[in-house]
């Protein structure tokens, strides 16, 4: 019964790793993806975004990670700070997250925005367009950005390579160890004398052959029967 269950949850655990490693490898091709198209990737409606500027702070600081929801443009409301593919040919196509100052529409209502970062003094040049709207602003991941903070730094770098170094060393260490033993072990089985293998009913036919030489004493008269050395042994 205790065979059975750790083979379930043997089974089970395979299952779950594998569904595990099936959608990070989905989620990779999707991010790469979108990376190769220039697109900012989401995952499950949402994305998360390093502000590289300084023209969102005090709110969003240089350096910092940002959390973005996926939004159409009808969703933008004046006030909400939004994520876009920018217009402006110094960052033409890059995404840029600033503030909604003022929301237009058209006659054909078509949606526009026009944008300014909080540390600007002045709104943008060019306005956004609901087409080029990527989502809305969320929240700062503070824990994210001190880990990524941490781990950007020179000396951090150099423990990261240094590590992989190792952990590289050591894979082919035990590679080559493993090749090494198994070598050893072939090559001992092959010097050790290998033991004739007898056939399994040799024992029968061995019993055969001594009936038939019995019986055939018993025809020619040099065996004596079990009834003639009784006998013998009474007359005397």
């Given at each position: 019964?205790?065979?059975?269950?750790?083979?379930a949850?043997?089974?089970?655990?395979?299952?779950?790793?594998?569904?595990?490693?099936?959608?990070?490898?989905?989620?990779?091709?999707?991010?790469?993806s979108?990376?190769?198209?220039?697109?900012?990737?989401?995952?499950?409606?949402?994305s998360?975004?390093?502000?590289?500027?300084?023209?969102?702070?005090?709110?969003?600081?240089t350096?910092?990670?940002?959390?973005?929801?996926?939004?159409?443009?009808?969703?933008v409301?004046?006030?909400?700070?939004?994520t876009?593919?920018?217009?402006d040919?110094?960052?033409?196509?890059?995404?840029n997250?600033?503030?909604?100052?003022?929301?237009?529409?058209?006659?054909?209502?078509?949606?526009?925005?026009?944008?300014?970062?909080?540390?600007?003094?002045?709104?943008?040049?060019?306005?956004?367009?609901?087409?080029?709207?990527?989502?809305?602003?969320?929240?700062?991941?503070?824990?994210?950005?001190?880990?990524?903070?941490?781990?950007?730094?020179?000396?951090?770098?150099?423990?990261?390579?240094?590590?992989?170094?190792?952990?590289?060393?050591m894979?082919v260490?035990?590679?080559?160890?493993?090749?090494?033993?198994?070598?050893?072990?072939?090559?001992e089985?092959?010097?050790?004398?290998?033991?004739?293998?007898?056939?399994?009913?040799l024992?029968?036919?061995?019993q055969?052959?001594?009936?038939?030489?019995?019986?055939?004493?018993?025809?020619s008269?040099?065996?004596?029967?079990?009834?003639?050395?009784?006998?013998?042994?009474?007359?005397?």
């Amino acid at each position: 019964m205790e065979k059975k269950r750790s083979k379930a949850r043997s089974i089970i655990s395979s299952i779950i790793y594998i569904v595990i490693i099936s959608l990070l490898v989905v989620l990779l091709v999707h991010v790469v993806s979108a990376k190769m198209k220039g697109k900012v990737p989401m995952v499950f409606g949402y994305s998360v975004m390093r502000i590289v500027s300084n023209s969102m702070e005090d709110a969003i600081p240089t350096g910092t990670y940002i959390l973005v929801r996926e939004a159409k443009a009808e969703e933008v409301r004046e006030g909400d700070v939004i994520t876009f593919y920018s217009i402006d040919p110094a960052i033409y196509n890059q995404p840029n997250t600033h503030r909604v100052m003022e929301i237009k529409t058209d006659e054909d209502g078509a949606i526009s925005f026009v944008t300014r970062g909080d540390h600007n003094l002045k709104n943008d040049d060019y306005e956004v367009t609901g087409d080029r709207v990527i989502g809305i602003y969320c929240r700062n991941l503070v824990v994210l950005t001190a880990i990524a903070g941490f781990f950007m730094t020179k000396f951090m770098l150099i423990v990261i390579i240094l590590v992989q170094a190792l952990i590289i060393i050591m894979v082919v260490t035990t590679i080559v160890k493993g090749r090494r033993e198994k070598n050893e072990t072939e090559k001992e089985a092959q010097e050790q004398p290998q033991e004739e293998e007898k056939p399994a009913d040799l024992c029968e036919e061995d019993q055969k052959k001594i009936d038939e030489l019995v019986r055939q004493m018993k025809e020619s008269g040099q065996a004596p029967e079990q009834g003639s050395e009784e006998e013998s042994g009474k007359e005397e």
